[in-house]
């Protein structure tokens, strides 16, 4: 009782396939590597907003300094 073995999971493949059949599953995993695309492209996404963050503060750190000055 260590684990499934490899027997164990061809027997659960067949039984998802008898049930859901070939054209469900493809579906099912076209619609699953979609929205894992999706979800890498919002994460870079993401990533590219929280690099340039820091250089929009800098900008609105250097105005308000300006400002300052003129006063």
Do not use: C, H, Y
């Not at 067949?14 to 590597?33: E, P, Q, S």
């Amino acid at each position: 009782m260590a684990g499934i073995g490899i027997w164990q999971l061809v027997i659960i493949l067949v039984i998802v396939l008898l049930l859901f059949g070939t054209k469900r599953l493809k579906n099912l995993g076209g619609d699953l590597g979609g929205a894992i695309k999706g979800f890498k492209g919002a994460m870079n996404d993401g990533e590219k907003n929280t690099e340039k963050e820091p250089d929009d503060q800098k900008s609105v750190q250097d105005d308000s300094d300006s400002s300052d000055k003129k006063d």
